[in-house]
């Protein structure tokens, strides 16, 4: 399985039709491009428009993005010690409600509304295997590959997103710079991709098993 695949299944369960219920009952906020989203005590955020990194506070490295219907804040609400960070690359919109309002759309709203929730979560968690799975491959060029593909699918379906290539891979990985901009120069030198001005355009042959 890959990250694109998983990504356009989920989107075809179409399971956020509570999202008129969450607008009627929340406060729209924005978060500005290359921003934080501060989290507020007793409130559950969902994005309606863009999509937030999910970034390690100790490092700043970035763990995965935000997957539509994600409830953000929760995980931190039933777990406090979890504390995580959420930026912006370019314009996101949010809606926030509070923790009383998102109990009483989905654990009392009814069995769709449970199911619902668990279907988020469960997907959450598919999520993140999978890019365990991508970072922990035995050689640096094996971490970088499908990190290709990810930036592709990603430029495609977030508009707006202006993250070169170079700093999508690093902000996520223990990579050096220097072994980064080494590779993607060796790919594009030998004509596997095409970029312009730090900017995957597209890949153009299949990408070699090793590097």
Known sequence: MNFQDIHTYYQQLKIDSFFPQIIAEGEA???AANKKL???PGYIYFCTEGSLSILMPENGLSIGNTIESMPIGLMERYCPLAKFEYS???QVKLVKITCAAFDQIFLHGGAERVQELATILTYMSIFTIDLHNERRQVTSYQTIRPML???LYRQSTHKGENEGLALFII???NLSRTHVFRVLA???AGGYITMKRGK???IDRPLP???
């Open 38 to 40: 501060a989290l507020q």
């Open 149 to 151: 593909y990810r930036y």
């Open 186 to 188: 060796d790919l594009k």
């Open 209 to 211: 098993d090793a590097y």
């Open 29 to 31: 906020i924005t978060v």
């Open 200 to 202: 995957l355009v597209s």
């Open 171 to 173: 902000r996520r990985t």
């Open 88 to 90: 912006s690359s370019a």
